[in-house]
């Protein structure tokens, strides 16, 4: 069955250092990758979009990599700072079709 | 910026019982979405709808389940009869051009509970 997991529950990162949190899929081909940030009680909140023929994306401190021959991606957050606590989805979409497909989230703890 | 709006924030509901939860996508978007999330659990697909028909759906959504938009900005979820494990947040979503081009905007939810 397809699978999406995201490398641990819970991180916690020192403010100023790079988090680096992992996406990894099994039996998927998925053709676009999102990450989303949610907030407790929250919606998801859209961060970055990579498609499956872009091995990476950034944007201002976050960077997303994908690499298909893997079925993995990485999200990195550089600099990070107490406000970008908040636990990080990742999610997968197939071609030709709109079921986007989210893992299980890592809660990341950026401590003072 | 626009936002997906869910109402009601919190609905309460006995066993068996018919829910109607509201949303009102963002209003040039074209695809609108329903997703729930289990206490402690991942965000789950339930249905994707576009062009006035559900394009895709879930083992989840049943026949208990339906969408509908009724007048062009609202997209309603109905359970017609709910059973306890329908406990759970309650996210709507819309998107400009589908989850291959562009994001899903989420609103806040609607936390249902069922007793």
Known sequence: SQKIEQNSEALNIQEGKTATLTCNYTNYSPAYLQWYRQDPGRGPVFLLLIRENEKEKRKERLKVTFDTTLKQSLFHITASQPADSATYLCALLGFGNEKLTFGTGTRLTIIP | ?115
């Open chain 2, 1 to 115: 910026e626009p936002e997906v709006t869910q109402t009601p924030s919190h609905q309460v509901t006995q066993m068996g019982q018919e829910v109607i939860l509201r949303c009102v996508p963002i209003s040039n978007h074209l695809y609108f979405y329903w997703y729930r999330q289990i206490l402690g659990q991942k965000v789950e697909f339930l249905v994707s709808f576009y062009n006035n028909e559900i394009s895709e759906k879930s083992e989840i959504f049943d026949d208990q389940f339906s969408v509908e938009r009724p007048d062009g900005s609202n997209f309603t979820l109905k359970i017609r009869s709910t059973k306890l494990e329908d406990s759970a947040m309650y996210f709507c979503a819309s998107s400009l051009a589908g989850g291959k081009n562009s994001p899903l905007h989420f609103g806040n939810g609607t936390r249902l509970t069922v007793t």
